[in-house]
Structure formats: C-alpha cells, structure tokens
C-alpha cells in the first residue's frame, strides 16, 4: 500500500499563548498532492500556557524542560516529523508574522520536484523588486542584507533572504538536514544542504513586523550578529575547509609578505635589519602563521572526509529508521 503524503507543520514556540491557536487555526488542512495535515508545537520551556494552548487547537506538544533555543526547538521539530511519518515538513513561527494560508506557496516547487528546500524571501515580491517590509527596523534589514551575501558568497548561490523562518522540506532535505546550533537553524541549513548540492528555492511570502515588538532571537543586535557570524563560519569551516583555511591562511601570510620583503631588501642594503627589527619579527610571525594554518586547512580536509562518512552513515540510518516501516507505524497511531 502506498504510503500517505503526510505534511507536518513544526512552530517552535516560547511564551506565545497569545498568538499561537490563530496560527494554528489558520494552516490549511486541505492542500492539492497532500493527503494529510499534521501540527507539530515545539515548546521550548515556555512559562505561559502556550503548551496547553497548543494542545487544545489540535496540535501535537512536545516540550523541552527549559529554553533551549530555536535552533533546539526545530531539531527537536524535525525529529519529530520523521518520527510521524512526514514526507513534507514547513516550519513556521508562531508570533503571526507569516501567514499560513501561503502554505501551499511554499510547496508548490517540492511537489512540482523542481526543489527539495523552499524557502520564505521578505524581501523580494511577486514583480521581483527588492524591499524592506513595513516596520522592520533598518539595522535589522540591513544585517538580513549582509548575512544573504556572506552565505551567498560561501555555497556561490544567490539568496536574498538566509533568515526567514517560514520555510519548507522535502523527505530527503530532511534527512539530510545535520542541525546542531541551539540558538538559531536558520543560516546553518542553507550551509548545510546547499554543501550537499540539495535544490534550493525562494518564493516571495507576505510577513507583518509588529511595532514594539522585541525579537526573541534578535533582542540585541550586537549579540546575535556575533551569534550568528560564529555559527557560519564554523559551518564554512567544517564544510569547505581548505577554503577556508586556505583564504584565512592566505590573508595572513600575505599581511607579513610586504614587510618582510621591505626588511630583507634593508638587510641586503645595510647587513643589518636595524631599526626595522621588530618589523621583521612581525613579518616572520605573519608568514610563519599562515603557513601553520594552510597546515591546518589540509588537516581539516582529511578530517572532513570523516566528517563527511559520517554525516553519511547517519543519513542512511535515518532512512532505515524512518523508512516504510515509519509511514506504516505512523499511519496506524
């Protein structure tokens, strides 16, 4: 018997009793190729009632004793959706932001097999111009702006939005999807799968900023910039590693390259590197630092082939595990 085409919708939540039955309320039940509509809530250590509300719309809970980040929450949403038989996945906050009758929007490219990752673009419309939405702060639009073109840069694919959390999956993107940042998933699955050559597509969504409204992720901006800096190029590190090292070993020895060849030039002259000793000390550390972290780089690549067999074996105990036997399990609870 074929299996069920089985979407679960994952909302990450904390403190969001207000806002989350009419998020829950408003997603479709019927959408054209699926044949079933689950809602997974993630409830990161709220103190409100927000898993009780939850429960009473209808939705699956799952609670984490303390707030554990969202990055937390949606690994724990993803496992979950595997553990139901999902072969659809859209994640989307639970604050009202996007709206969930643009569901199908998003999966339209996965059910059409022109994409195994879609995700929400706030900043370009229907007509492709590029706009900051109404009431999103300017430093925050600006960040967005930065953070697309480093991870544009680093998988050499063009996106203009890396942080929208309204997003969908396919099976195999969710499998695999390796998640292991707390704070935030956003930046770190477009470095993941684009890494593993998964099709990935923006579609323009709609999203509402509420004025005075404090992010939960973003409350300081100086904070999560840094945060959010910190996870991509440890990512970048861990998936490119002789580029990498190899840019960052580059820059440095190249920053002790010109003084140093001015200090040689001087000693050829004088027999002597006086008065520029310290610059030629400097010149040195510079050169004989790079060269360490070109060594480095080529250490890295040998252990990302480890990393990389691995991520490999877990994909493919993933699909044991998840695999027909999960839809007939997930069929019968």
Same mark, same amino acid.
């Given at each position: 018997?074929?299996?069920?085409?089985?979407?679960?919708?994952?909302?990450?939540?904390?403190?969001?009793? =207000?806002?989350? !039955?009419?998020?829950? &309320? %408003?997603?479709?039940?019927?959408?054209?190729?699926? &044949?079933?509509?689950?809602?997974?809530?993630?409830?990161?250590?709220?103190?409100?009632?927000?898993?009780?509300? !939850?429960? %009473?719309?209808?939705?699956?809970?799952?609670?984490?004793?303390?707030?554990?980040?969202?990055?937390?929450?949606?690994?724990?949403?993803?496992?979950?959706?595997?553990?139901?038989? %999902?072969?659809?996945?859209?994640?989307?906050?639970?604050?009202?932001?996007?709206?969930?009758?643009?569901?199908?929007?998003?999966?339209?490219?996965?059910?059409?097999?022109?994409?195994?990752?879609?995700?929400?673009?706030?900043?370009?419309? &229907?007509?492709?111009?590029?706009?900051?939405?109404?009431?999103?702060?300017?430093?925050?639009?600006?960040?967005?702006? =930065?953070?697309?073109?480093?991870?544009?840069?680093?998988?050499?694919?063009?996106?203009?939005?890396?942080?929208?959390?309204?997003?969908?999956?396919?099976?195999?993107?969710?499998?695999? #999807?390796?998640?292991? /940042?707390?704070?935030?998933?956003?930046?770190?699955?477009?470095?993941?799968?684009?890494?593993?050559?998964?099709?990935?597509?923006?579609?323009?969504?709609?999203?509402?900023?509420?004025? /005075?409204?404090?992010?939960?992720?973003?409350?300081?901006?100086?904070?999560?910039?840094?945060?959010?800096?910190?996870?991509? #190029?440890?990512?970048?590190?861990?998936?490119?590693?002789?580029?990498?090292?190899?840019?960052?070993?580059?820059?440095?020895?190249?920053?002790?390259?010109?003084?140093?060849?001015? %200090?040689?030039?001087?000693?050829?002259? =004088?027999?002597?590197?006086?008065?520029?000793?310290?610059?030629?000390?400097?010149?040195?550390?510079?050169?004989?630092?790079?060269?360490?972290?070109?060594?480095?780089? #080529?250490?890295?690549?040998? #252990?990302?082939?480890?990393?990389?067999?691995?991520?490999?074996?877990?994909?493919?105990?993933?699909?044991? =595990?998840?695999?027909?036997?999960?839809?007939? &399990?997930?069929?019968?609870?």
């Amino acid at each position: 018997m074929k299996p069920p085409v089985r979407l679960v919708v994952v909302i990450p939540a904390c403190d969001e009793e =207000q806002s989350l !039955a009419s998020v829950i &309320d %408003a997603i479709p039940r019927k959408i054209e190729g699926i &044949d079933e509509v689950r809602v997974v809530v993630v409830n990161d250590g709220s103190s409100d009632r927000t898993a009780e509300v !939850a429960a %009473a719309a209808g939705a699956s809970v799952v609670s984490h004793s303390r707030n554990r980040g969202v990055g937390a929450a949606m690994r724990t949403g993803l496992e979950k959706a595997l553990e139901l038989g %999902a072969r659809l996945m859209v994640s989307i906050d639970a604050d009202g932001q996007f709206t969930p009758l643009e569901i199908p929007k998003l999966l339209a490219p996965i059910l059409d097999e022109r994409a195994d990752f879609v995700t929400g673009n706030r900043f370009r419309g &229907d007509d492709g111009r590029t706009s900051r939405p109404e009431n999103m702060p300017g430093v925050k639009y600006w960040g967005n702006r =930065q953070v697309s073109r480093l991870v544009s840069f680093i998988t050499g694919q063009t996106f203009n939005d890396v942080s929208c959390g309204f997003r969908a999956y396919s099976r195999e993107a969710m499998l695999q #999807l390796n998640l292991t /940042g707390e704070f935030t998933y956003t930046q770190e699955s477009f470095l993941d799968l684009a890494c593993k050559r998964l099709r990935i597509t923006q579609v323009p969504v709609t999203v509402r900023y509420f004025p /005075g409204r404090r992010s939960r992720v973003a409350g300081s901006i100086p904070r999560y910039a840094g945060r959010i800096t910190a996870i991509i #190029l440890r990512t970048f590190r861990d998936h490119q590693p002789i580029r990498f090292f190899g840019t960052l070993g580059t820059v440095i020895f190249c920053l002790g390259l010109l003084p140093g060849a001015f %200090a040689v030039w001087h000693y050829s002259k =004088q027999g002597t590197f006086w008065p520029y000793t310290s610059l030629a000390l400097a010149a040195a550390y510079l050169s004989t630092l790079g060269i360490i972290i070109w060594i480095a780089g #080529l250490v890295a690549d040998m #252990l990302d082939r480890i990393r990389s067999n691995q991520e490999r074996i877990i994909y493919l105990l993933k699909r044991r =595990q998840f695999g027909a036997g999960a839809f007939d &399990d997930a069929t019968n609870s």
